[in-house]
């Protein structure tokens, strides 16, 4: 996340006058506080998990996006590689979506292989050598972080993100496919913890001062009396 400080009560400017011959060289500013102005969406590689090569599972080491058709005609980009296919042979997500370019498992394919340079190749009965039946293009964006998050896993270009750049798997700075794997999340759990608690140390110190300094305003006053 991304934080602006807020508007800043000035009890002093800097450069006053402080005698007929002197200026203040600095001044008082009291600040009122943050707020957000970005969250970045951070695309760093998570650890890859070995899943079946007899399934449709892929995962991108390195940078890129799998194409996702979706129903209104537009196209989503993610990088959550658990495919499978429908019922009539097309490669698709969880939700049904296919996967671009369109390719189609002939019916009766033995077994199915994922090259790192996304060609699909199936064993078909009777034949002794795979057949090729397509291959899965990969996109990548001058500034992913400035996609549109849609929910499930998917994202829409935005003029922040720039165009789509679509290349051949391990080809212009592209990452390659590894069939038989999923993408882990990339959240470093043990770094995001240590985080959490030395805000959270901060939080109580801050609070802390804040009661000592009204405990010592309370004294003053009663001093007075």
């Given at each position: 996340a991304e934080f602006a400080d807020l508007m800043y009560q000035v009890m002093k400017y800097a450069g006053t006058s402080t005698s007929a011959t002197?200026?203040?060289?600095?001044g008082i500013e009291v600040g009122v506080g943050v707020r957000p102005t970005a969250v970045t969406k951070v695309f760093t590689e998570g650890n890859l998990k070995s899943t079946s090569t007899d399934g449709?599972?892929?995962?991108?080491?390195?940078?890129?996006?799998?194409?996702?058709q979706l129903p209104d005609g537009t196209i989503g980009y993610t990088r959550n590689g658990q495919f499978t296919k429908d019922n009539e042979g097309n490669i698709v997500n969880s939700d049904g979506y296919r996967l671009l370019p369109e390719m189609t498992i002939p019916e009766?394919?033995?077994a199915i292989n994922v090259a790192t340079d996304g060609t699909v190749s199936v064993m078909l009965p009777g034949e002794q050598q795979e057949t090729q039946i397509g291959q899965v293009e990969l996109v990548q964006f001058i500034n992913p972080a400035g996609l549109h998050?849609?929910?499930d896993n998917l994202y829409l270009e935005t003029g922040a993100s720039g165009a789509p750049v679509a290349g051949i798997a391990g080809q212009d700075g592209l990452g390659t496919i590894r069939h038989g794997?999923?993408?882990?999340s990339n959240v470093q759990l043990v770094e995001e913890m240590t985080d959490l608690i030395t805000g959270q140390r901060a939080y109580e110190a801050g609070s802390k001062a804040i009661t000592t300094s009204?405990?010592?305003?309370?004294?003053v006053n009663q001093l007075k009396r």
């Open positions: 002197t200026l203040s060289p600095s449709l599972d892929m995962a991108i080491a390195g940078n890129g996006f799998f194409q996702i009766g394919a033995t998050s849609m929910g794997f999923i993408e882990l009204d405990d010592m305003l309370g004294i």
